[in-house]
C-alpha cells in the first residue's frame, strides 16, 4: 500500500534499527570476549568454528507468555485490538499529562521533532506534495482508526513504550480521533466502535496491487 503508513513505517525503522545495531554488536562482543576466555582457559573447546554440537548455549526458549508480550500489534481490520475501553475526557486528562510536553497542549507539534496531531485542514484534494503549509495529521492523513491504537500503544509515550494499558491508550485515542472531528465527544471507544470509525483520509489512499513488472519499484 502506498500510504502514510509505509512513511511512518520507515521512519520508525530507522531508530530501532539502530537499537538493533548495537544490541547486535554486544552480542558478539560478548560471545567473542567468551571465546577468547575459553581458549585462554584451554578449556577443550575448539578454537575457531564453536563447539562441536553447534550449540552454544545460549539463551533459551521464549515462553508464551513472552511471545504473547511481544505480540502486540493491531492491524487495520482490528485484528490484535484488546479488550477494554476509553473516552475522549479520560484521554484529554492522560494527554494533558503524558503527551502535551512534546506534541502541544492541543496537539499542534513543536518544530519538525514532534509531530502535529490535530488538524482537519485540507478537507479535500491531497496536496501535501505541493504546500507545504499542510502537515500530515491524524485527521488529514492517517487511513485507518485501528492503526492509530497500534501506533500508540507501541511506539507512545516516546520515553516510555509500551507503558500504556489498553484502558489508556483507547481513552488516548479517543481524545485525538475527537479533537480531529471524527466522533463525537460522548463517543465510547473500544475494539468494536473503533472499528466501525471510518476516517476522513481513507479514500486519500489506494491499495498498491502491483505485482512486479518493471515499472515497480
Ligand atoms: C518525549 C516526547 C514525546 C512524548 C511525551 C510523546 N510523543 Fe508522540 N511522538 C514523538 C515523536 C518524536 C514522534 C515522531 C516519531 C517518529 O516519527 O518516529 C511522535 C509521534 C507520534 C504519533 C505519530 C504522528 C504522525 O503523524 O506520524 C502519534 C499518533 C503520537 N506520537 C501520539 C502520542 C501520544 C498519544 C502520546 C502520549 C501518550 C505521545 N505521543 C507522547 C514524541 C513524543
Redesign the pocket.
Given at each position: 500500500m502506498s500510504t502514510?503508513r509505509g512513511?511512518?513505517g520507515v521512519?520508525?525503522v530507522?531508530?530501532v534499527a539502530g537499537l538493533r545495531w548495537t544490541a547486535s554488536a554486544v552480542l558478539l562482543l560478548t560471545v567473542g570476549a567468551a571465546g577468547c576466555g575459553a581458549g585462554d582457559a584451554g578449556g577443550g573447546r575448539p578454537a575457531r568454528g564453536g563447539p562441536p554440537d553447534g550449540q552454544f548455549g545460549l539463551g533459551q526458549p521464549a515462553s508464551a507468555q513472552q511471545v504473547a508480550a511481544w505480540d502486540i500489534d493491531v492491524d487495520t481490520l482490528g485484528h490484535g485490538l484488546p479488550a477494554g475501553s476509553g473516552t475522549p475526557a479520560r484521554?484529554a486528562a492522560?494527554?494533558a499529562?503524558?503527551?502535551?510536553?512534546?506534541?502541544g497542549a492541543n496537539?499542534e507539534g513543536a518544530g519538525n521533532?514532534?509531530?502535529?496531531?490535530i488538524g482537519r485542514e485540507p478537507r479535500t484534494g491531497f496536496p501535501f506534495g505541493q504546500d507545504p503549509k499542510y502537515v500530515?495529521?491524524?485527521g488529514n492523513?492517517?487511513p485507518y482508526a485501528t492503526t492509530?491504537y497500534d501506533?500508540?500503544h507501541r511506539?507512545?509515550?516516546?520515553?516510555?513504550p509500551g507503558s500504556?494499558t489498553p484502558d489508556?491508550?483507547y481513552s488516548?485515542?479517543a481524545?485525538?480521533l475527537w479533537r480531529n472531528e471524527i466522533i463525537p465527544e460522548t463517543a465510547v471507544i473500544d475494539a468494536r466502535t473503533l472499528l466501525a470509525v471510518r476516517m476522513p483520509a481513507h479514500d486519500r489512499f489506494v491499495r498498491d496491487d502491483r505485482r512486479g513488472g518493471p515499472e515497480f519499484r
Open positions: 502514510r512513511v511512518r521512519r520508525g530507522r531508530g484521554g492522560l494527554f499529562q503524558k503527551c502535551a510536553l512534546c506534541h496537539g521533532l514532534y509531530p502535529k496531531l500530515a495529521t491524524i492523513y492517517w492509530l501506533y500508540v511506539a507512545m509515550p516516546f520515553v516510555a500504556l489508556e491508550t488516548l485515542v481524545f485525538l
